[in-house]
Nanobody, 116 residues
């Protein structure tokens, strides 16, 4: 049974930082591309950051320079460090595992609220 379990969401003030983590089980983690997506109220789900099985990364323009995605293949985890958070970063953040554009798994999401 595949599970992606996100953690680390919460309420943070503008300018603050959060580290989201996703623990994966039931997959051969090291061969999967991993990503973080988010969905704000009334908006479509969008890619925030992704990391390939080889460690290459890409970021949405809206978070570039403020966020870092990383993975630990020994612990089957992927993390997203987010700094200088803005109210527009408020969303539910989802962990994604993708293999060869054929297989897609999603976590249930963790809520990030940026507000004073």
């Amino acid at each position: 049974q595949v599970q992606l379990v996100e953690s680390g969401g919460g309420l943070v003030q503008p300018g603050g930082s959060l580290r989201l983590s996703c623990a994966a089980s039931g997959i051969s983690f090291s061969i999967y591309a991993m990503g973080w997506y988010r969905q704000a109220p009334g908006k479509e789900r969008e890619l925030v950051a992704a990391i390939t099985s080889g460690g290459s990364t890409r970021y949405a323009d809206s978070v570039k320079g403020r966020s870092t995605i990383s993975r630990d293949n020994t612990k089957n985890t992927v993390s997203l460090q987010m700094n200088s958070l803005k109210p527009e970063d408020t969303a539910v953040y989802y962990c994604n595992a993708r293999w060869s554009s054929i297989i897609d798994y999603w976590g249930k999401g963790t809520l990030v609220t940026v507000s004073s």
